[in-house]
């Protein structure tokens, strides 16, 4: 799969100048001596001086955070490295605007640990198929955009065993009474998802068909098209039964097979 990255969310900032006119009259008014004076202008450097300081310690610490957000199969793979940021423990989150369904809570959830200014953390989540999108990282006061991404089912080798596909015609007069039956199981119970994934077991290639397809003769057959998907879940897997029934105005095997084709 394809890695996604992070992008950094733009800040906002706005200035409000004020502008303050103040006279003094000497004869009601004390001036100030040269001791206060100086005061106040040693209170103002030192004000800004700080205000200097925490700006900088701000930036070195945004700095120091490192943010890689990975998605691996179905997996998402979440490190966090920062160094210079205040001590304390931080709940992580990434939650995305749009997900499936199945996803209750947040997609991912865990914990950061910063001591004596330092912090690491490496999550991992599995998460259900489907399209997740306008998603966000954050910890405490940190945010950060998440590219959307898509988890696709995978099949392992015993599902993929599990998968089993049928081409049969049946003749009758002058024309052919297809069957194309199609059994798998899926990782998905996402309705969208099992749709595009049912879509992709049916779409047979030619070879296949051809390789498949079994002709008898029938008299009585009934020459009545039919659709059926049976979906039946269980234990977070899918378990789908395809059949569509179709007929072909042909009993010309080549002709029955290119018919199929173009149908699927």
Do not use: W
């Amino acid at each position: 799969m394809e890695s996604n990255h992070i992008t950094t969310n733009k800040l906002l900032a706005s200035t409000i100048i004020a502008v303050l006119a103040l006279s003094i009259l000497s004869l009601n008014v004390p001036a100030l001596s040269q001791d206060e004076g100086n005061g106040d202008d040693e209170e103002e450097e030192n004000g800004e001086e700080t205000e200097e300081e925490d700006e900088e310690e701000q930036e070195e610490a945004e700095a120091s955070t490192e943010v890689k957000v990975e998605v691996d199969g179905n997996e998402l793979e979440v490190e966090i490295e920062v160094e210079g940021g205040l001590d304390g423990e931080y709940e992580i989150v990434v939650d995305c605007e749009n997900k499936p369904e199945a996803v209750e809570g947040p997609v991912l959830s865990g914990t950061l640990i910063v001591e004596d200014g330092k912090g690491e953390a490496k999550l991992e989540a599995e998460l259900v198929t489907g399209e997740y999108s306008n998603c966000t990282l954050t910890f405490g006061e940190f945010s950060q955009e998440v590219a959307g991404f898509t988890i696709m089912a995978e099949e392992t080798a015993e599902e993929e065993a599990e998968e089993e596909s049928e081409v049969e015609a049946t003749i009758v007069g002058t024309s052919s009474l297809v069957k194309v039956k199609v059994e798998f199981t899926s990782s998905s119970t996402d309705k969208e998802s099992l749709i595009q994934e049912i879509l992709a077991k049916v779409r047979l290639d030619e070879e296949t068909i051809s390789n498949a397809l079994e002709i008898e003769t029938e008299e009585d057959e009934e020459l009545e098209e039919k659709l059926k998907v049976k979906v039946e879940i269980e234990d977070g897997k899918a378990e789908v039964e395809f059949e569509y029934r179709f007929v072909v105005d042909s009993t010309d095997r080549e002709s029955i097979v290119t018919a199929i084709v173009n149908k699927l």
